[in-house]
């Protein structure tokens, strides 16, 4: 049993959640969809194995064992961890336009269904203001109500269009 996500990645290499939202819910993609946006296995952690809990085990062990098992392929990968120099490891990442790290104690064990204070993740935010520009009526469920508002920041040539944005009203 493996802790894991399926991550969809950009023409830069980088996770995208906007794109693996494509394929949320597809039971049965189509040619082009898979190859517009194709999907991994990321896996981070091993918790049984053969029959055998790890859950007691330390990181390090589980690693271990993870890193033991070769997986890696077209569609999964076990990704590398660094031992010491999260900052320089954070900074490294956000250079890269990646989305953070997640630090664990190395002698941490693993605690299904719960947010372990072993665990923490750090994420990048990146922050900017935008101007309300209007608002786009909603469908389905929220017809006859704002669906999501249009967005503009401030370019070279004046307000630009930056996107929509759910309004959660």
């Known amino acids: 049993m493996l802790d894991a996500e399926i991550i969809a990645f950009n023409a830069e290499g980088r996770s995208d959640f906007g794109m693996l939202q494509a394929r949320m819910h597809v039971g049965k993609p189509g040619t082009a969809l898979l190859r517009t946006t ?18 007691d085990k330390t990181y390090d062990e ?10 890696q392929g077209d569609h999964w990968s076990v990704p ?7 900052q320089a490891l954070l900074d490294a990442t956000r ?3 990646l989305e953070g790290i997640l630090a664990k104690r190395r002698n941490a064990r693993y605690l ?3 947010r372990s204070d072993s665990w923490l993740k750090v994420k990048h935010i990146r922050r900017t203001s935008a101007v309300i520009a209007g608002w786009k009526p909603g469908e ?5 109500r704002i669906g999501s508002l249009l967005l503009g920041v401030q370019g070279p040539n004046g307000l630009e269009y930056a996107g929509h944005v759910g309004t959660g009203f």
């Open 62 to 71: 589980r690693r271990e064992i993870l890193e033991g098992l070769g997986l």
């Open 38 to 55: 194709p999907v991994q296995l990321t896996v981070f952690d091993v918790l049984h194995l053969e029959g055998q809990s790890l859950l």
């Open 112 to 114: 299904p269904g719960k």
């Open 80 to 86: 590398p961890a660094f031992v010491g120099g999260g």
């Open 140 to 144: 389905g469920g929220r017809a006859g």
């Open 95 to 97: 250079e890269q336009g």
